[in-house]
């Protein structure tokens, strides 16, 4: 099992930045894909970024690629995600999540097994 723990998030002015950091309990988190979601009020939940077990291949949307970067240490059980250039319609909880072990970069969210509490990421315009 693992349970991942965001923190990291806050208030940011509109082109600022924010790294996020999602911490996961479990011996197993190396084997799971995991990914960055955010869901702003009234809004579905999104995907904004997904990484593989190994951290080798990455994946993200149009909407953020170029200004949001997803990285991993296996070694410390951790999932980042940095945020450049955020932009004033950006704001949301941000969620992190652990896919399947060995899973791919575009698992479905529904298959998503373990989720955090979120985190919340304002922007000031």
């Known amino acids: 099992q693992v349970q991942p723990v965001e923190s990291g998030g806050g208030l940011v002015q509109a082109g600022g930045s924010l790294r996020l950091s999602c911490a996961a309990s479990?011996?197993?988190?190396?084997?799971?894909?995991m990914g960055w979601f955010r869901q702003a009020p009234g809004k579905e939940r999104e995907l904004v970024a997904s990484?593989?077990?190994?951290?080798?291949?990455?994946w993200y949307p149009d909407s953020v690629k170029g200004r949001f970067a997803i990285s991993r240490d296996n070694a410390k059980n951790t999932v980042y995600l940095q945020m450049n250039s955020l932009k004033p319609e950006e704001p949301a909880v941000y969620y992190c999540?652990?896919?399947?072990?060995?899973?791919?970069?575009?698992?479905?969210?529904?298959?998503?097994?373990?989720w955090g509490q979120g985190t919340q990421v304002t922007v000031s315009s």
């Open positions: 990484i593989t077990w190994s951290g080798e291949n990455t």
């Open positions: 479990g011996r197993s988190f190396i084997s799971y894909n």
């Open positions: 999540a652990a896919g399947v072990p060995y899973g791919d970069l575009l698992t479905p969210l529904d298959e998503y097994a373990y």
